[in-house]
T-cell receptor, first 117, second 111 residues
Framework: GAVVSQHPSWVICKSGTSVKIECRSL??????MFWYRQFPKQSLMLMAT?????????EQGVEKDKFLINHASLTLSTLTVTSAHPEDSSFYIC?????????????FGSGTRLTVV | KQEVTQIPAALSVPEGENLVLNCSFT??????LQWFRQDPGKGLTSLLL?????REQTSGRLNASLDKSSGRSTLYIAASQPGDSATYLC??????????FGKGTTLSVSS
């Protein structure tokens, strides 16, 4: 149980285009979704927190107009990287928290490798 | 602001050795501490979760301990195998908040 499906697993896009990453909770209701990014040989850095039906809360230094987060339902959250640039190339991963997960357990998606050329 | 530090950053051992990975955190008011494994280019695999009221958790050859008051945790790997080669991440959170990760320890086990 407690599976989060993240798509795509990898994507290559041209500079200036937008890319959408989806995370779906398959067997539970994800009340909160956390979005992280990880640069090579670095740890996971929290980008934003989104609660279903509310605007996302972004961490300091993360551009909310560039990284659009939508959490319109309890089973789907999306991250859209707008006007992507090569410096946005990174590994993006979502983490879902649901009310029924024991001990505030977190379930992670499998990640998306974004390469902007 | 919570900060998580992992020592060492990298570790190379021969197969069969027992080893210890260290994690420390600055704010002891945590709810959970979790150890993950990450293979190159892959997502995260949860290894062990320790609630703040617990002292340790065990799974197979892995044992994780937590000393909340001193802000420390250790991950003990017994009889290491080449398949254990990966990056091990420590993360902590308060109830309902995001996990805060350390930079990880990259382990290489040679046969």
């Amino acid at each position: 149980g407690a599976v989060v499906s993240q798509h795509p697993s990898w994507v290559i896009c041209k500079s200036g285009t937008s890319v959408k990453i989806e995370c779906r909770s398959l067997d539970f209701q994800a009340t909160t979704m956390f979005w992280y990014r990880q640069f090579p040989k670095q740890s996971l850095m929290l980008m934003a927190t989104s609660n279903e039906g509310s605007k996302a809360t972004y961490e300091q230094g993360v551009e909310k107009d560039k990284f659009l987060i939508n959490h319109a339902s309890l089973t789907l959250s999306t991250l859209t990287v707008t006007s992507a640039h090569p410096e946005d190339s990174s590994f993006y991963i979502c983490s879902a928290m649901g009310q029924l997960l024991t001990n505030y357990g977190y379930t992670f998606g499998s990640g998306t490798r974004l390469t902007v050329v | 602001k919570q900060e998580v530090t992992q020592i060492p950053a990298a570790l190379s051992v021969p197969e069969g050795e027992n080893l210890v990975l260290n994690c420390s955190f600055t704010d002891s008011a945590i709810y959970n501490l979790q150890w993950f494994r990450q293979d190159p280019g892959k997502g995260l695999t949860s290894l062990l979760l320790i609630q703040s009221s617990q002292r340790e958790q065990t799974s197979g050859r892995l044992n994780a301990s937590l000393d909340k008051s001193s802000g420390r945790s250790t991950l003990y790997i017994a009889a290491s195998q080449p398949g254990d080669s990966a990056t091990y991440l420590c993360a902590v959170n308060q109830a309902g908040t995001a996990l805060i990760f350390g930079k990880g320890t990259t382990l290489s086990v040679s046969s």
